[in-house]
């Protein structure tokens, strides 16, 4: 039986590195990523830092969530690594015991504690197509901007979600052209979903791991 390592991976950005030493303090196992698309590596890990060559602003936070698990997959560091929970960095204090928390998380693919249309048939269950007004730069190819895209249930990236080995794989082989990410995917919790519903993967409904709510700074 394959032993279950979870790694807590925490959504943040180069703007809100002040939080990042705490952050790490409070949650172990867990690694920082964020984007600089400014440097020459595809992705650099040091300090428990995962620095990814890569857009840093909402907009372009599907493109980051590929790139983490591209380079969660490459890592030496991470090769024993059985499942990930992706939170927010306001997001960030979780039940320590994680495998406790979720016991049957070595069944889980693809989960969170919160999952919008769930068990509902594909593309009926709509979410706010607006959700990222007033958070995109201007010379985004998203401002102002409706979602257009299809819909599936999916499980909110404010709340966390936990991929397997097995998802990550799949998603990074489903995803060729990162161009084509940035233009028809602006909600990086949905991508997911609807990535690996053409996957035949659905997400399951989990108990809570984010045991509270926090602002920082």
Not at 54 to 60: M, Q, V
Not at 138 to 165: E, Q, V
Not at 185 to 211: C, G, Q, R, V, W
């Amino acid at each position: 039986m394959t032993k279950i390592k979870v790694l807590l991976v925490i959504l943040s950005c180069k703007k809100n590195e002040r939080l990042w030493k705490r952050l790490l303090r409070k949650n172990p196992d867990s690694i920082i990523f964020y984007g600089n698309p400014k440097q020459e590596e595809e992705y650099i890990l040091e300090n428990r830092i995962l620095h990814l060559k890569c857009g840093d602003t909402y907009d372009l936070l599907p493109e980051k969530i590929i790139n983490m698990i591209k380079s969660i997959l490459l890592l030496d560091s991470f090769k024993n690594v059985t499942h990930i929970i992706k939170i927010d960095d306001n997001d960030a204090i979780i039940n320590k015991n994680i495998i406790k928390k979720i016991p049957n998380i070595s069944t889980v693919d693809y989960g969170g504690q919160r999952i919008y249309g769930y068990g509902l048939p594909y593309n009926t269950f709509k979410g706010n197509k607006s959700w990222h007004f007033n958070k995109c730069p201007k010379n985004s190819t998203w401002f102002n901007r409706k979602y257009k895209g299809p819909y599936t249930a999916w499980a909110d990236g404010a709340c966390g979600y936990i991929l397997s080995r097995k998802s990550m794989d799949l998603i990074d082989k489903s995803v060729n052209d990162l161009n084509s990410i940035k233009t028809k995917h602006i909600f990086e919790d949905l991508m997911i979903a609807l990535i690996l519903y053409n996957n035949k993967i659905h997400p399951k409904k989990t108990s809570n791991f984010i045991i509270k709510k926090t602002k920082y700074g």
